[in-house]
């Protein structure tokens, strides 16, 4: 008899423990691999570039003796693939604009990036993840071929989950270059999947 009752008691919480997932879906529950697939990205934001006064004017430390420096706006547009773990690779094309918007044409670029998800809330769908950024290299999926490929920055982003894990939204926290050519910044994002 207490097997019996053992058993209908076991039985019991699976059916419970079920319909607990199935309601807190419902309520905003997306699990890490949930936001496994492929995205369109936009973003449109402006950042601070450092650079030397001299020709060729190259990257410089913002705040060392001598740089000059522009607010330079920043478009882009492209595509993110991520997997069930949350790596993703992300292909897209920047177009970069001094400010205020000049005679002087923009700067057109393609770039790649990889990122992996560093904490992840699935109650809330709020996330951190860590990313850097190539020029070069090729993304298959949510994997990276760094052949030919070269960093040009690092950083991190904060991201917020909406409409079931069909769109994130978010904003660079940290955005880092060799030069330490970037002063400040403002880079919000939103990730797209239909």
């Known amino acids: 008899m207490k097997k019996l009752v053992v058993i209908l008691l ?4 699976l059916v419970i423990s079920q319909g607990f997932k199935e309601v807190t879906a419902h309520q905003g529950w997306t699990p890490l ?18 650079f030397t006064s001299a020709p060729p004017f190259p990257a410089a430390a913002c705040g060392s003796p001598g740089p000059a420096g522009i607010p330079v706006s920043a478009v882009e547009v492209g595509v993110i693939t991520s997997d069930t773990a949350g790596n993703s690779c992300e292909t897209f094309t920047q177009v970069n604009n001094d400010l205020p918007v000049s005679a002087v044409p923009p700067g057109v670029s393609v770039f790649r990036v990889t990122a992996t998800v560093t904490s992840y809330d699935p109650t809330t769908g709020l996330g951190d993840t860590s990313w850097t950024e190539y020029v070069g290299g090729q993304c298959h999926g949510a994997t990276f071929e ?5 960093t040009i920055n690092t950083g991190t982003y904060h991201f917020a989950v909406s409409n079931r894990g069909k769109r994130l939204d978010g904003v660079v ?21 239909h």
């Open 173 to 193: 926290t940290s955005l880092i270059n060799p030069e330490g050519a970037i002063g400040g910044f403002s880079l919000p994002f939103t990730f797209l999947r």
């Open 10 to 13: 076991a039985g019991c919480t």
């Open 33 to 50: 691999e949930d936001l496994a697939g492929t995205y369109a990205l936009t973003a449109q934001g402006s950042f601070f570039f450092c």
């Open 146 to 150: 760094s052949k030919g490929a070269t």
